[in-house]
């Protein structure tokens, strides 16, 4: 039950917007074994998405449990002095560096190869989890209605983004946060990779593609090569030439990087 309160849950997380909810916990008077486990994965109990995302971020950042805020700072009009800034309030270690550490890495091995794969980016680190969470109406479970979630960050390594997406009852596909919400928070990751200019990574995990899976391979170097040298090694990509010539001056996308496999590449000449 500590951990469960040191986290964050069950009470307000003071973020500067109203209307907050303390979510909903068991009594730790009436606490018993079959409560402490349908706890664990999430029945029972009802929490706020801001709860979740600075659980979650406490988890992956080193174990520091931080009080969120949505306005960085605010403006005078005419002097543009600044009249309001929100730094990080830290409210207390809940985990060690190493657990955090150890974290990250289950939570990375689960977009490269478990039920969050469908939020993978080729060449960035990418964590995350997914969510299928029945819905309650007076006081029963429904049938075949989920709210289906997916917390991702990146880079997995060195957090710096969270992006929570959760979908009430998607209608006409499997209801599954995997299936759902994770292509969304990939599109979101990917704009944030572009605003952030988060550098490409070798160093993640590799995904184990399966038989209806986009697949990705590793482009060769060819810039410096002739074009029909260049040629035989890119077979199978569409080439896109510009420039003339006979040697390749810089390919797109850059070696060593993964692309779709029969991808587009494009080669300079000069």
Known sequence: ???????????????DL???SDGIL???SNMGPVE?????FGQGISVTPIQQVAAVSAAINGGNLYQPFLVKEMLEPETN???LNNEPILKR???????????????????????GRNAY??????????GTAQKVKDGHYLSGNYIVSFMGFMPADDPEIVVYVAIDHPLGITQYGGTVSAPIAKNVLETAINIFNFPESKEG?????????????????VVGLNVDDAKKILKGFTIEYSGEGSKVLYQSPNAQSYIKENGTVKLLLG
């Open 1 to 15: 039950m500590s951990y469960i309160t040191n986290f964050g849950f069950g009470v307000k997380t003071g973020i």
């Open 121 to 130: 980016i080729e060449n960035y680190r990418v964590g995350g989890k997914t």
């Open 205 to 221: 995990m590799t995904k184990e593609y399966r038989w209806l899976d986009q697949k990705y391979v590793v482009l060769p170097n």
């Open 26 to 28: 068991f009594k730790p």
């Open 93 to 115: 270690k809940v985990i060690s560096d190493e657990s955090s550490k150890m974290v990250r890495y289950a939570l990375e091995s689960v977009v490269a190869n478990g039920s």
């Open 81 to 83: 002095s600044v009249i």
């Open 18 to 20: 109203n209307g907050e």
């Open 36 to 40: 402490l486990a349908t706890t664990s």
